[in-house]
C-alpha cells in the first residue's frame, strides 16, 4: 500500500503564493505518475496537474500560468506551487496518483490532504 501525506497549506491573502508538499512512501512504480488534485466544499474533486514518470508536467487551464509541478525523486516527493493565488483557489489539496485505475490497483487510499484559504 502507498502512503500519502500532505503538507504546505494555509490560509493566504490573495495574490501570495504557497508550495505544497506531497510525501509518498511504498511501491515506487505505483508513485512513478503522481496528481494534484483539489476539492472546495460542496464541488467534486478535480484534478490540477500532473507529472509524469519521465519528468513531463501539465496542469489544468484553469491553474495555467500559476501552478507549477516539480518532484524530488531521491525523496519521492511531490510539491505543487501556487503563485497568485486567488479566492477560487480555495479548496482542500491532495495528492495521488494520476490515474483511478493505478489508484485502486496499488491501493494508494486518498491522504488527509491539505487547507488551502485564500481570503483578504
Known amino acids: 500500500q502507498v502512503h500519502l501525506v500532505e503538507s504546505g497549506g494555509g490560509v493566504v491573502q490573495p495574490g501570495a503564493s504557497l508550495r505544497l508538499t506531497c510525501a509518498a512512501s511504498?511501491?515506487?512504480?505505483?508513485?512513478?505518475?503522481m496528481a494534484w488534485y483539489r476539492q472546495a466544499p460542496g464541488k467534486e474533486r478535480e484534478a490540477l496537474g500532473a507529472?509524469?514518470?519521465?519528468?513531463?508536467?501539465y496542469v489544468t487551464d484553469s491553474v495555467e500560468g500559476r501552478f507549477t509541478i516539480s518532484r524530488d525523486d531521491s525523496s519521492h516527493t511531490l510539491y505543487l506551487q501556487m503563485d497568485n493565488l486567488k479566492p477560487e483557489d480555495s479548496a482542500v489539496y491532495y495528492c495521488?496518483?494520476?490515474?483511478?485505475?493505478?489508484?485502486?490497483?496499488?491501493?494508494?487510499?486518498w491522504g488527509q490532504g491539505t487547507q488551502v484559504t485564500v481570503s483578504s
Open positions: 507529472m509524469t514518470d519521465d519528468g513531463t508536467t
Open positions: 495521488n496518483a494520476d490515474s483511478a485505475a493505478v489508484q485502486a490497483m496499488c491501493h494508494m487510499p
Open positions: 511504498g511501491n515506487t512504480i505505483c508513485i512513478s505518475n
